[in-house]
């Protein structure tokens, strides 16, 4: 494990479901800043096939997941440890070499009753909320957010995005400071082929959009029209900026996939047609 990155720990019993997602969830949306791991006080020896497809349905993968025993990890130093179920938390309840001890009662998804569609959707909802408990863990981790300039967050959160744009041929152009007003906006793009991911910061503040030929639309204004803008995780709100490119990336694996590819154009293009139009029509009252 990198010394640069915050080490944690998910403990559960069997190490079959509700630590995996959490420690695939934690290395997904803030790899760049910690090392996840995770276990079993009793190992159950598999990872359940519904957290893996609870995963999967977020657009990654657990290729390389195993069920493992917590004892690997007895001798081994933590900055944090979190035990995501009651039954680990009395098998567990102090860590050697942990700095702190975190407990999260999580009702395990695979006793859900009723059938497996009843399962599934105990699993995404564990999933979910796995999320959030994981995005609060890291506004409360200690850690300090320096003040950067416009065009340095860019070039940063850029780096962020990057992984989920190479694959399709995207590439940055780098960041540049354009002028409006008194005040300057740093602006670039992931272009490929008439294509294009623009960014703006203004005042630490991420805007991203998709650009297709002339025709463009912001990015929660494409969520909405693929019918996701209630999964979307851009921009959130967080003390750190570089968070809403972390949830802009994941948003990009997750529902991006027809820009991207540009399979989906058409329908782009009808999208950000009825967005300008509607932009142009008349003003409506309240």
Not at 47 to 61: C, K, N, S
Not at 93 to 120: C, N, Y
Not at 242 to 254: E, I
Request: aromatic share 8%; with cysteine; charged share 30%.
């Amino acid at each position: 494990m990198t010394t640069s990155k915050k080490t944690i720990l998910f403990l559960c019993t069997g190490n079959a479901a509700r630590s995996q997602m959490s420690e695939a969830l934690a290395r997904i949306d803030y790899g760049d800043l910690i090392e996840p791991v995770s276990a079993g006080s009793r190992p159950a020896g598999f990872v359940h096939p519904l957290a893996i497809r609870a995963i999967e349905e977020l657009g990654f993968t657990m290729d390389q997941t195993y069920s493992k025993s917590a004892e690997e990890f007895r001798k081994q130093a933590f900055d944090l440890v979190v035990t995501v179920c009651d039954s680990a938390a009395a098998d567990c309840p102090t860590w050697p070499g942990a700095k702190h001890l975190v407990h999260w009662s999580i009702e395990d998804p695979s006793f859900e009753p009723g059938g497996e569609e009843k399962r599934w959707a105990a699993f995404r909802a564990t999933r979910d909320e796995l999320r959030k408990r994981i995005d609060a863990l890291m506004e409360v981790l200690r850690r300090t957010h320096p003040h950067r300039a416009d065009a340095d967050l860019l070039e940063r959160g850029a780096k962020l995005v990057a992984d989920a744009l190479r694959p399709h041929g995207f590439k940055f152009g780098g960041a540049r400071v354009e002028k409006s007003g008194s005040r300057g906006i740093a602006t670039g793009a992931f272009e490929r082929r008439g294509r294009a991911l623009d960014l703006q910061v203004r005042s630490g503040v991420c805007v991203a959009a998709y650009r297709a030929g002339e025709r463009r639309l912001l990015h929660p204004e494409y969520m909405e029209g693929l019918g996701v803008a209630e999964k979307m995780r851009f921009p959130g709100l967080s003390r750190d900026p570089l968070n809403a490119f972390r949830r802009l990336r994941t948003d990009l694996v997750g529902f991006a996939g027809p820009f991207l590819t540009g399979k989906g154009l058409k329908a782009f293009q009808t999208l950000a047609d009825r967005a300008a139009n509607r932009d142009s029509g008349p003003a409506r009252s309240a």
